[in-house]
């Protein structure tokens, strides 16, 4: 039997995968979700959206992408990895990714189709086109000078490509040195770790949303509490502690992860470290 189902859940609460499902809005994570929502149905434009590892991030665009799912005049396009080595490489795979089929091959035809493919689409067709790029810190500098010039293409009234980058920060200081870039940053948002009551809301919520509806809480205060300074907030590392725990928790024969659970998990992870 899986340990989650000897729990009383349905599903695995803490699984590390981009779950819309099991999104936790935290102050942090909503206002970036809300804005992003408002920056696309406006046509705006470039948004930045900023946080450390673990911060929740993936898990934000494919909320993102939930939001719009039944509207059909909104079309999204995810690139999970632009880290390719040429401007050439990159451009195909934005053609192949539209749906484009150019003529000629070099850099200059797919720009003049991607061009000419957001005008029929945004102006002719009334369409919202979505490009959401994942590991924006992967994107070379000659790349970004890419996305620089399509974000050039537009009417007078709104910019033909919406463009989302999720990025740790040290993209940051590589998009300043690309001429006019930051101009054209309509929202820069950097997502923070989770508080301690956010910490525990968030724990709460996974366990809800996999079933549980037990009498009694599945982690004491104490051991949540401890979770939170161990992890800092961080979604990534809460996600992975408290799966640990409810494991450990169900080899003990143990009906909550309490401190010392928690306790003997930190120091497994703090002694493999140091190995």
């Known amino acids: ?3 989650f189902k000897a729990l009383g859940l349905e599903t695995e ?12 809005h935290s102050t942090s994570h909503n206002t970036a979700l809300k804005r992003l929502e408002i920056a ?14 673990g911060t929740g991030k993936t898990t934000l665009s494919r909320t993102l992408l939930q939001t719009f799912k039944n509207e059909p005049n909104f079309i999204f396009h995810l690139m999970l990895d632009p880290s390719f ?3 050439f490489q990159f451009l195909l795979s934005l053609v192949k990714m539209f749906g484009i089929t150019p003529a000629f091959k070099s850099t200059l035809d797919f720009k003049e189709a991607l061009e000419k493919h957001l005008f029929q ?21 000659e790349n970004l000078e890419v996305l620089r010039t399509l974000l050039n293409f537009e009417t007078n009234e709104y910019k033909l490509l919406q463009l989302i980058i999720m990025a740790q920060v040290e993209l940051l200081p590589r998009i300043k040195r690309v001429r006019n870039f930051m101009d054209r940053v309509a929202l820069k948002y950097t997502i923070n770790p989770l508080d301690e009551r956010e910490t525990k809301e968030m724990i709460e919520f996974r366990l809800k949303q996999a079933g549980y509806q037990g009498p009694e809480e599945l982690f ?7 979770a939170y ?6 979604p990534r590392k809460i996600s992975m502690l408290c799966h640990d725990a409810l494991e450990t928790a169900v080899m003990q024969g143990a009906s909550k992860v309490n401190l010392e659970i ?3 998990l930190i120091a497994m992870r703090e002694d493999h470290a140091q190995r």
């Open 85 to 87: 080595s040429s401007e």
């Open 220 to 226: 004491t205060d104490e051991a949540i509490q401890l």
């Open 229 to 234: 300074f161990y992890t800092q907030g961080y």
């Open 13 to 24: 609460p803490f699984s590390t995968s981009p779950d819309p499902q099991f999104f936790y």
């Open 1 to 3: 039997m899986s340990y």
């Open 262 to 264: 928690i306790n003997g």
């Open 121 to 141: 689409k945004g102006v002719e067709e009334n369409k919202t086109i979505v490009l959401l790029i994942d590991e924006g810190q992967k994107i070379t500098q």
């Open 40 to 53: 696309v149905r406006l046509r705006r434009g470039l948004c930045l959206i900023l946080g450390d590892v």
